[in-house]
């Protein structure tokens, strides 16, 4: 399985930014998938969850109200809109895939799977 991130970039605080996964070398329905974030000198951290079937998805509070998940399994991609940017989400943004033999995708990461090489987003205030 190989993932593959894109979309970052430097923006400026209050934008928005989409990020994209894609998937290689597997049956992309089999997975539930996330993205994690680290920034500088810090340990990674949840940033949003979606199920194989993207019926369940789950934020972490720093991200609620400003950040969707989606997937399309028939592109295999998985796609992170973040809208009205902080400085604070200034990390390198990693996608993440976990079998679905679990029940839903969960925000540890070491119960992933595979991962992607990740993108940076800066954000400037």
């Known amino acids: 399985v190989q993932l593959q991130a894109s979309g970052g970039g430097l923006v400026q605080a209050g934008t928005s930014l989409r990020l994209s996964c894609a998937a290689f070398?597997?049956?992309?329905?089999?997975?539930?998938m996330a993205w994690f974030r680290q920034a500088p000198g810090k340990e990674r951290e949840f940033v949003a969850s979606?199920?194989?079937?993207?019926?369940?998805?789950a934020f972490a509070d720093s991200a609620k109200g400003r950040f969707t998940i989606s997937r399309d399994n028939a592109k295999n991609t998985v796609d992170l809109q973040m809208n009205d940017l902080k400085p604070e989400d200034t990390a390198v943004y990693y996608c993440?895939?976990?079998?679905?033999?679990?029940?839903?995708?969960?925000?540890?990461?070491?119960?992933?799977?595979?991962w992607g090489q990740g993108t940076q987003v800066t954000v400037s205030s």
């Open positions: 993440a895939a976990r079998a679905r033999g679990s029940s839903i995708p969960g925000a540890t990461a070491k119960n992933y799977d595979y």
């Open positions: 070398g597997c049956a992309f329905s089999n997975y539930h």
């Open positions: 979606i199920s194989w079937y993207g019926g369940n998805t």
